[in-house]
Nanobody, 120 residues
Framework: QLQLVESGGGLVQPGGSLRLSCTAS????????IGWFRRTPGKEREGFSC???????YYTDSVKGRFTISRDDAKNTVYLQMSSLKPEDTGVYYC??????????????WGQGTQVTVSS
C-alpha cells in the first residue's frame, strides 16, 4: 500500500523559499496523480497544486508563479518548490495521491503533513 511522507517544512521569513518533499514507500509513485494541499489558520483544507503522471502540472491562482511542483519517479518523490512566501502561506502542508486531486478533491493516500510558518 502506498505510504507518503512529507518533509522540508520549517520557519522562513516573508519573501523566502522552502522546498517540500513528498516521498513514497510501499509502492511506486509511477502512475499516481499527486496533489499538494494545505490547511491554513481559519480556512478549510485546500488543494492548490498537482502533477499528473505525465508531468503536466496545475496551480491555483493563489500560488501560481510562486510555487513549482515536480516529480522524480526514479526517487519516488514529488517536490514543491515554494518561493516569495507570504505570511498567509503559513499552515500544514500535505501531499495526497488520487485520481481527482487536481480538482481539489481528497486523494486515497495522505502523508502526515509538514508545518510551514512564514513569519519575521
Amino acid at each position: 500500500q502506498l505510504q507518503l511522507v512529507e518533509s522540508g517544512g520549517g520557519l522562513v521569513q516573508p519573501g523566502g523559499s522552502l522546498r517540500l518533499s513528498c516521498t513514497a514507500s510501499g509502492s511506486t509513485l509511477n502512475g499516481y496523480i499527486i496533489g499538494w494541499f494545505r490547511r491554513t489558520p481559519g480556512k478549510e483544507r485546500e488543494g492548490f497544486s498537482c502533477v499528473n503522471s505525465d508531468g503536466t502540472t496545475y496551480y491555483t491562482d493563489s500560488v501560481k508563479g510562486r510555487f513549482t511542483i515536480s516529480r522524480d519517479d526514479a526517487k519516488n518523490t514529488v517536490y514543491l518548490q515554494m518561493s516569495s512566501l507570504k505570511p498567509e502561506d503559513t499552515g500544514v502542508y500535505y501531499c495526497s495521491a488520487g485520481a481527482y486531486v487536481c480538482y481539489g478533491r481528497p486523494g486515497d493516500y495522505w502523508g502526515q503533513g509538514t508545518q510551514v510558518t512564514v513569519s519575521s
